[in-house]
């Protein structure tokens, strides 16, 4: 083989690793989230998956069914739900305590606390905190507020 064949070969190799690195960075976090924070968070996943490369699946229900699915053995990386909800979740060992959970807003009543977390069991914990903070940021609170809901 010619250097010239060695060349370009060790060219192509080298190309598709960082093609294959780039890839490998990138995450699909699994999200369950009770439905009040449906409108912030359509608005603010295209933006953070813009921004991380991770890919968001989110998945919408009542906070009891939030809860249901983050004590199940179903693999999810974050939830959104009220604190009194997380409180359990965390003394359950389901979800990790703060600062990998933040509070994000307030709704209607001063006991509707909106609260992200990230899983105990998640598989993509770099993912999962660049997430929570991203929601918990001062971007985020702006379309917190824009969407009706309380910044404590």
């Given at each position: 083989m010619s250097k010239s064949a060695i060349r370009l070969l060790a060219i192509v190799v080298a190309g598709l690793a960082g093609l294959?690195?780039?890839?490998?960075g990138a995450a699909e976090l699994k999200v369950v989230s009770t439905e009040a924070m449906r409108p912030a968070?359509?608005?603010?996943?295209?933006?953070?998956e813009k921004a991380s490369k991770h890919k968001l699946v989110i998945a919408y229900?009542?906070?009891?069914?939030?809860?249901?699915?983050v004590a199940?053995?179903?693999t999810i990386d974050i939830a959104i739900v009220t604190k009194a909800r997380m409180d359990k979740l965390i003394k359950a060992a389901r979800m990790l305590t703060p600062?990998?959970?933040?509070?994000?807003?307030?709704?209607?009543?001063p006991d509707l606390v909106y609260v992200v977390g990230s899983?105990?069991?998640t598989e993509q914990p770099l993912?999962?905190?660049a997430l929570v903070d991203f929601l918990a940021g001062p971007e985020a609170k702006k379309?917190?507020?824009?969407?009706?809901?309380?910044?404590s």
């Open positions: 294959y690195a780039a890839a490998a968070l359509q608005e603010l996943a295209p933006a953070f229900a009542t906070d009891a069914d939030v809860e249901k699915q199940s053995d179903d600062p990998a959970s933040k509070v994000l807003a307030t709704g209607a009543s899983s105990f069991f993912a999962a905190r379309v917190y507020e824009a969407k009706g809901l309380k910044i």
